[in-house]
């Protein structure tokens, strides 16, 4: 069941990302040539190889969108479309992860959901976009979405690469 698809429209607008959050999440804006750009993230060992796992069965097509890889070139990261659907792998744990307002549903700055087997912590950018990480899984997977009617149709599309390459489990 997609738990964002039923609440995400009038969660997502009271959502609001701090300043500090909102700088390292934009890391990855367009340049002056209009190509995607990303920070390429520095995993462990364990999900380095995960996160090449990853690369190797993420699909062709997100949300409509053709695989268009960002600058630098990483197998750490994966881009779709334009304005760019940014997907970073091995990224560390985002500080609301942990938050125990999330879990309850009580913090108006994020949102914990699933979509198709996979868990997700989603938080508003400041652009209007939006910000999904995996949890309970082995590597933190980091996708952003640019603002748009519906995000979960991008979720959707990377469910099943991320069970089939990110075992469920605990970060390290």
Known sequence: MNSFRHRHR???????????????????????DDSA????PSPGTKAM????????VLPAKVDGELREDPEPASALTAGWGSPAIILRCGVPQPPKMIDPKVADGRDPDAVA???????WLMEERGDGGHVFTTANREAYVEVRVPEGPDSSGVLIDLASAVKKAIPEGIAS
């Open 10 to 32: 009038s969660v997502f607008r009271m959502v609001r990302l701090p300043a500090l959050a909102l700088l390292i999440t934009v890391a990855g804006c367009s340049s002056a």
């Open 113 to 119: 959901g699933g979509v198709n087997g996979v868990d």
């Open 49 to 56: 190889e995960l996160c090449r796992n990853l690369d190797k």
């Open 37 to 40: 750009s990303a920070a390429v």
